[in-house]
């Protein structure tokens, strides 16, 4: 790989294997209305940095006025 570049594709699926905290985008009333692989996914969505979710995530303050962001359980149910 030296002097190469990994495909758009090939980044994607390496940023899921690498996922370790798949989040769920919640509206104030509690109801999930996205899921995302990682931070940086919802991040992207929102042209914030990773950092911002981050402290987000950490003190559960509510993000852009509208939504809370929680870590998801394996299963996916909160």
């Known amino acids: ?8 594709e090939t980044r994607h699926k390496m940023s899921i294997s690498h996922s370790k905290m798949p989040l769920g985008l919640y509206n104030k009333e509690n109801n999930i209305i ?10 992207t ?20 006025n509208k939504y809370f962001i929680r870590k998801l ?6």
């Open 1 to 8: 790989m030296y002097n190469k570049l990994h495909s758009i």
């Open 34 to 43: 996205k899921t995302y692989i990682n931070q940086i996914e919802l991040a």
């Open 45 to 64: 969505e929102f042209n914030v940095f990773k950092t911002t979710i981050s402290r987000y995530i950490k003190s559960g303050k509510i993000f852009k």
């Open 73 to 78: 359980n394996n299963n996916n149910n909160n």
